[in-house]
């Protein structure tokens, strides 16, 4: 019976750090190596990500530059719709590997996810109507009698609660279209909107001459590229790699100009070496 017992005990001790090496969870990395594919969330927000009605196609800069990013790794990418704000949670459950034209449009998100260096970085300015005359200077806009709408989830809300506690505002749930924010201040459903240029080019388009830019200096400048799934350092590292080949080697600067021929929308990442003589 003690050598039953003993052996029993010499096994038990024998075999469990090889059960617990086989039950390691695979990391989103060696996945996304194992298959070749890198499962990327998006939002979509016309141009950076617009999906065609009739076709599903996508299309869009910060597609074209992820997929560039990808192809440099020999990745494919499956991109996967999520709703905006939602993406910290998509990647915590598995639903993505990671989050395409990502960056902290909410400033709380820094804590929940990882985010890559920059392949081109996107300026936001305040909107208001065509004949709005009553703001001198962004303080005018703190005041109760000034409407701010925005999207859950994004900059538009994060940058007027911190920065225009004392205004109204008028929220929109994380599943609108950009252009409704602008449809609303067109209306008169509110004053101002802190949206990105591209996004207006698209609603100015049809809608020419009905919104104009409060200040010509950004209240905010953000880095669009990938995010992971917090802790996810050699899938950082490695979509980090990415980024930085496409940027030395031209391939970003060839994306944004194809998109942005007057180079007015997107401010790009400078090299390195830009600054030396």
């Not at 200040?215 to 979509?239: I, Q």
Request: proline letters at 6%; aromatic letters at 10%.
């Amino acid at each position: 019976m003690k050598k039953i017992l003993l052996m029993s005990l010499f096994l038990s001790i024998f075999f469990r750090p090889i059960i617990a090496a086989g039950s390691e969870r695979e990391t989103v990395y060696d996945r996304v190596m194992r298959t070749g594919t890198l499962r990327c969330g998006y939002e979509p927000w016309p141009p950076y990500f617009s999906v065609d009605p009739n076709t599903k196609a996508l299309t869009g800069v910060s597609k074209d530059l992820s997929d560039t990013a990808a192809k440099i790794l020999g990745l494919k990418i499956d991109y996967v719709e999520v709703a905006l704000g939602q993406q910290v949670q998509d990647m915590n459950n598995g639903k993505i590997d990671a989050t395409c034209g990502d960056a902290p449009w909410v400033l709380t998100t820094l804590k929940y996810a990882d985010y890559t260096k920059p392949y081109f970085y996107i300026p936001v300015f305040a909107y208001g109507r065509a004949n709005e005359k009553r703001f001198a200077k962004p303080e005018d806009m703190n005041n109760p009698n000034v409407t701010f709408t925005m999207i859950d989830g994004d900059v538009s809300t994060d940058l007027a609660i911190t920065n225009f506690p004392r205004a109204k505002l008028n929220s929109l749930g994380n599943l609108s279209d950009p252009s409704q924010m602008l449809l609303n201040v067109m209306t008169r459903k509110a004053d101002v909107v802190i949206i990105d240029p591209v996004a207006v080019s698209v609603f100015a388009k049809n809608n020419p001459g009905k919104i104009k830019i409060l200040f010509s200096h950004p209240l905010a400048v953000y880095g669009g590229g990938f995010s992971v799934k917090k802790g996810e350092t050699d899938l950082l590292n490695t979509l980090n790699g990415a980024v930085d080949a496409m940027i030395n080697t031209g391939q970003a600067e060839h994306v944004l100009k194809k998109h942005d021929p007057a180079a007015t929308l997107f401010m790009q990442v400078a090299t390195p070496w830009a600054s030396r003589p």
